[in-house]
């Protein structure tokens, strides 16, 4: 039995992929790298925007005619989108055996010994995948929490991942512990928004910590004390971020000084609109304080151009935050309708061309600033995650402890290597190993 799927989306999303590949292969499934050669292809898809819905669908498209010719495939669509009424009507189009939503991708094996269409209910009690660690790989990821209680207007995750859900602490220890001991060197801890972390269901009441629910700031510091040299975490809410973390992160020198802190908007009048609950002065009061406690933080951020209603002010403002806050990397979206939301009940949508102009004056500046930023590393030395070779001969590819992508003369094993930058572009750092390191270790 030959299983082959495709994944779209957030890193939640490639962990859960992660996590059904051990349950598949638990059960005598091996994978293969396409379609054709599949009896089981599964589409993890992710219904945050409407681009990764269209190559859901196009996919689905191809693996229903691949189906017609051969009749022995099985076909799921997991994920955001089979969640979603688009999903589901998608799923009965293209003639799909297996629907399972996030919350319910725990049932995957008996979804797929059934084999016909079906649903499953969202499971609120959600057990937590432990998969094992990824086999020789240096990065690892690990679900910490899942779902949103916040309720962003125009974002779907609320509805397809549901209300927060946090797993205990001792099992996310005891999965960064077998991390650790498998050589994996950097985990990032994963949720909507870890920076709630230990929130009862249902109530959104904070649980105690005797319980086994520490608050986040508390579980970074745990998981620092564990041995992975390298801990990071995605993603968090302004609102959420609080003092207590940026000490944890200020005290625990595990944890990379790597930030991402959503924005959406600079314009208070489009925040609130968006419903995100902070306004333009708390979130620069968040960065002050950040910037105080780690001054060599890197930060980055989400922004979206176009929301309904958004003035030429409005998107003024946003260009005004970006240059006071002087992002060094950035995730920038058009904003795309996502039905049963409340922005795509209340507002009315804006032509695209408009959108897309905002997004690409966006674009012009973010480039202009990690340009800035990031020729302010060349001639000094970073800690370089290297992954693999890179495309070019003799280059090796990588990451710094600061999320900056890093390209490093030679061909070297993946692991931690120290490097110093000799060059630098809007989204690279090229760097030389820097031997110093290796000379005085090999006199001790
Ligand atoms: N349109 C555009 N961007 C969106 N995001 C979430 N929902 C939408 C939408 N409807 C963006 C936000 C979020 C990131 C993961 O995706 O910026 O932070
Ligand atoms: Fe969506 Fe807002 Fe929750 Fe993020 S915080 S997942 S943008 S609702």
């Known amino acids: 039995m030959r299983a082959h799927i495709v994944t779209y989306g957030c890193q939640m999303n490639e962990y859960d992929t992660h996590a059904i590949r051990s349950e598949l292969a638990g059960i005598g499934y091996s994978f293969v790298d396409s379609y054709k050669e599949a009896d089981l292809v599964l589409v993890n898809t992710c219904a945050v925007r409407g681009k990764p819905v269209e190559k859901a669908q196009t996919l689905l498209g191809e693996l229903r005619k691949e189906k017609r010719q051969r009749g022995n495939l099985t076909i799921g669509l997991i994920g955001c989108l089979a969640q979603l009424p688009e999903g589901q009507r998608m799923g009965k189009r293209f003639n799909v055996d297996i629907m399972l939503g996030p919350g319910a991708i725990t049932q995957i094996v008996p979804a797929i010994e059934r084999g016909r269409f079906q649903s499953f209910e969202f499971d609120n009690e959600l057990r937590f995948y432990s998969p094992p660690p990824p086999t020789g790989s240096v990065s690892a990821h690990l679900t910490i929490m899942r779902g949103c209680n916040h309720r962003?207007?125009?974002?779907?995750?609320?509805?397809?991942?549901?209300?927060?859900?946090?797993?205990?602490?001792?099992?996310i220890l005891n999965e960064a512990r077998a991390l650790a001991d498998a050589g994996v060197v950097e985990v990032?801890?994963?949720?909507?928004?870890?920076?709630?972390?230990?929130?009862?269901?249902?109530?959104?009441?904070?649980?105690?910590?005797?319980?086994?629910?520490?608050?986040?700031?508390?579980?970074?510091?745990?998981?620092?004390?564990?041995?992975?040299?390298?801990?990071?975490?995605?993603?968090?809410?302004?609102?959420?971020?609080?003092?207590?973390?940026?000490?944890?992160?200020?005290?625990?020198?595990?944890?990379?000084?790597?930030?991402?802190?959503?924005?959406?908007?600079?314009?208070?009048?489009?925040?609130?609109?968006?419903?995100?609950?902070y306004t333009r002065d708390f979130y620069l009061n968040r960065i002050k304080k950040i910037r105080e406690f780690l001054p060599d933080a890197v930060i980055s951020t989400d922004i979206i151009a176009g929301f309904p209603g958004e003035t030429d002010e409005d998107f003024e403002e946003t260009l005004s935050l970006y240059r006071e806050v002087q992002y060094d990397m950035s995730y920038m979206f058009i904003y795309s309708e996502r039905e049963g939301t409340p922005a795509a009940n209340?507002?009315?949508?804006?032509?695209?061309?408009?959108?897309?102009?905002?997004?690409?004056?966006?674009?012009?500046?973010?480039?202009?600033?990690?340009?800035?930023?990031?020729?302010?590393?060349?001639?000094?030395?970073?800690?370089?995650?290297?992954?693999?070779?890179?495309?070019?001969?003799?280059?090796?590819?990588?990451?710094?402890?600061?999320?900056?992508?890093?390209?490093?003369?030679?061909?070297?094993?993946?692991?931690?290597?120290?490097?110093?930058?000799?060059?630098?572009?809007?989204?690279?750092l090229y760097c030389i190993e820097a031997l110093e390191d290796a000379m005085l270790d090999s006199t001790v």
């Open 152 to 171: 962003c207007t125009y974002c779907i995750v609320p509805t397809t991942r549901g209300p927060e859900v946090s797993r205990h602490a001792e099992d």
């Open 188 to 277: 990032t801890l994963l949720g909507q928004n870890v920076n709630s972390y230990g929130l009862e269901p249902g109530t959104g009441v904070r649980r105690a910590r005797l319980e086994g629910y520490p608050s986040f700031a508390e579980l970074l510091r745990m998981v620092g004390r564990v041995g992975i040299p390298r801990v990071r975490f995605v993603t968090s809410h302004p609102i959420n971020f609080d003092d207590d973390i940026i000490e944890a992160i200020a005290d625990t020198p595990a944890v990379c000084r790597y930030i991402h802190l959503p924005v959406q908007s600079g314009s208070d009048r489009v925040l609130k609109r968006m419903a995100r609950e």
């Open 346 to 428: 209340h507002f009315d949508d804006m032509p695209r061309e408009v959108k897309a102009r905002r997004l690409a004056r966006l674009a012009d500046l973010a480039k202009e600033i990690s340009l800035e930023r990031n020729q302010e590393w060349v001639n000094h030395k970073v800690e370089v995650l290297v992954q693999g070779p890179f495309d070019e001969e003799g280059m090796s590819l990588g990451h710094t402890r600061g999320n900056h992508v890093a390209v490093i003369a030679g061909n070297l094993d993946p692991g931690i290597h120290q490097a110093v930058v000799a060059h630098a572009t809007p989204n690279r």
